[in-house]
Each structure stands twice: as structure tokens, then as C-alpha cells.
């Protein structure tokens, strides 16, 4: 499975974002969608979670109400909108998705800067 990620960019505090994971390769065995993050001089950290029915989504507490996590499973592509974006969710975001057999793969990365 190979993942791209793409959306990040330099956004004022307040505004939005939306991050894609689109994923190729054996996609037929995914478990669950995340999305982590990690700031400079931080621990990743997980921001939202989605089985890949999408009946089940996880969230950070700092990020609840804000961020909503998605995917399209005919495009194989994860979706994270982010709403009044803070300078404290400023960090590189990481997709990775769970396989059944516990697998997991990584994106590269998509650097996301907050201005206040």
C-alpha cells in the first residue's frame, strides 16, 4: 500500500484546511484510517481515527468539534477537514492506514503551519 498525502500549507489562525491521503496498491484489507500529527519537539500524536466502514470515528480531544475525518472508499482516499485552525495545530500530519493483519503504512508527510 502506498499513500500520498497533499493539503497542507500556511493558513491565519481561524481558517481552514483540507488534508487527502489517497492510497494504491492492495487496498482491500484495510482495518482503519488515521491521521497523526507531530509538532517540533513533540511525540506524534493521534488526531482522528475511522474504521474503513466508516461506522466508527475517533478523535484527539484537542481537536473535537474542529476537525472532521472522512473517507471515500471508491477512491481509496482519506479526508481530514480542519475548521478554525489554532497556531497550536501546527505540525507535519502523517496518514497511515491498518491493515487486517496489523500492518500499518505511512504517508510522507504534509506540514501544516498555523499564523496567529
Known amino acids: 500500500v502506498q499513500l500520498v498525502e497533499s493539503g497542507g500549507g500556511l493558513v491565519q489562525a481561524g481558517g481552514s484546511l483540507r488534508l487527502s491521503c489517497a492510497a494504491s496498491?492492495?487496498?482491500?484489507?484495510?482495518?482503519?484510517m488515521i491521521w497523526y500529527r507531530q509538532a517540533p519537539g513533540k511525540q506524534r500524536e493521534l488526531v482522528a481515527a475511522?474504521?474503513?466502514?466508516?461506522?466508527?470515528?475517533n478523535y484527539a480531544d484537542s481537536v473535537k468539534g474542529r476537525f472532521t475525518i472522512s473517507r471515500d472508499n471508491a477512491k481509496n482516499t482519506m479526508y481530514l477537514q480542519m475548521n478554525n485552525l489554532k497556531p497550536e495545530d501546527t505540525a507535519v500530519y502523517y496518514c497511515?492506514?491498518?491493515?487486517?493483519?496489523?500492518?500499518?503504512?505511512w504517508g510522507q508527510g504534509t506540514q501544516v503551519t498555523v499564523s496567529s
Open positions: 475511522i474504521t474503513s466502514g466508516g461506522d466508527s470515528t
Open positions: 496498491g492492495n487496498t482491500f484489507s484495510i482495518a482503519a
Open positions: 497511515s492506514f491498518l491493515l487486517v493483519n496489523y500492518e500499518r503504512y
